[in-house]
């Protein structure tokens, strides 16, 4: 990315940053690397994406193209879930997205904790209100409150340990869909299966048997040190 080359690349400030990054500017190439090394703690991530989300709202342009190269990763595992959901066309999904990823910029709260995460559920939440069949409110908004519901997660990060599973074949990705929007996301089981069109007691079972699968894993130790 052009942004990211040259001789004055777009970069954040290390020094005034702090968080054990350099003591100089960053460009976003390098900060991406940092972030994403095991060495970089959660802590780190969550302050500097705070730090990226003000700078998007506050310069646009530049820098809000820089916060979607930085959020590739996230926004790939979020398309590649979708497109096994919706039935749409990958360039549109893939504009859409990004215009929920841009928008989302805007409306997340710095105070929340985990401002990638949140970042996500706000942009797969918007793309599936727009898609719900007949009736988009009856996939009603995230609760991205903290206190008493803040997210929590088991071993690492929960999305990352159910797109391991599915890696693995523990489960199939329709199935780490599901435990996704009805458990870490709190959506009714019901009100799911009436956004799609699916029959509960279907899903039901279907969901109890990924479950299943995903306990005997963990407590095998084929998916322990791979959510981080």
Same mark, same amino acid.
């Given at each position: 990315?052009?942004?990211?080359?040259?001789?004055?690349?777009l970069?954040?400030?290390?020094?005034?940053?702090?968080?054990?990054?350099?003591?100089?500017?960053?460009?976003l190439?390098?900060?991406?690397?940092?972030?994403?090394?095991?060495?970089?703690?959660?802590?780190?991530r969550?302050?500097?994406?705070?730090?990226?989300?003000?700078?998007?709202?506050?310069?646009?342009?530049?820098?809000?193209?820089?916060a979607?190269? &930085? =959020?590739a990763? +996230?926004?790939?595992?979020?398309?590649?879930? #979708?497109?096994?959901?919706? %039935? @749409?066309? !990958?360039?549109?999904?893939?504009?859409?997205? &990004? =215009?929920?990823? +841009?928008?989302?910029?805007?409306?997340?709260? #710095?105070?929340?904790?985990? %401002? @990638?995460? !949140?970042?996500?559920?706000?942009?797969?939440?918007?793309?599936?209100?727009?898609?719900?069949?007949d009736?988009?409110?009856l996939?009603?908004?995230?609760?991205?409150?903290d206190?008493?519901?803040?997210?929590?997660?088991?071993?690492?990060?929960a999305?990352?340990?159910?797109?391991?599973?599915?890696?693995?074949?523990?489960i199939?990705?329709q199935?780490?869909?599901?435990?996704?929007?009805?458990?870490?996301?709190?959506?009714s089981?019901?009100t799911y299966?009436?956004?799609?069109?699916?029959l509960?007691?279907?899903?039901?079972?279907?969901?109890?048997?990924?479950?299943?699968?995903?306990?005997?894993?963990?407590?095998?130790?084929?998916?322990?040190?791979?959510?981080?």
């Open positions: 990315m052009l942004l990211m080359q040259g001789r004055q690349p970069a954040v400030d290390g020094a005034a940053l702090g968080l054990g990054l350099p003591a100089r500017p960053i460009p190439d390098e900060l991406r690397a940092l972030l994403l090394h095991p060495s970089c703690s959660r802590a780190t969550d302050e500097v994406w705070r730090h990226l989300i003000e700078q998007a709202r506050t310069h646009r342009d530049a820098w809000m193209v820089g979607v190269a &930085l =959020a990763p +996230m926004l790939r595992r979020l398309l590649k879930t #979708l497109t096994q959901t919706l %039935p @749409v066309e !990958r360039e549109e999904l893939e504009a859409e997205v &990004l =215009a929920c990823f +841009m928008e989302a910029l805007c409306r997340v709260e #710095l105070s929340w904790s985990h %401002p @990638v995460l !949140r970042l996500s559920r706000l942009t797969q939440f918007a793309v599936l209100r727009a898609h719900a069949i009736r988009p409110d996939l009603p908004e995230p609760d991205m409150s206190g008493q519901r803040a997210l929590r997660y088991p071993d690492g990060h999305d990352l340990l159910l797109e391991r599973a599915v890696e693995l074949g523990v199939t990705a199935a780490a869909e599901l435990i996704s929007m009805t458990r870490l996301e709190a959506i089981l019901s299966c009436r956004a799609r069109g699916l509960y007691c279907t899903e039901l079972k279907r969901r109890q048997r990924a479950e299943a699968r995903l306990r005997q894993a963990l407590l095998s130790g084929e998916l322990s040190g791979n959510a981080e």
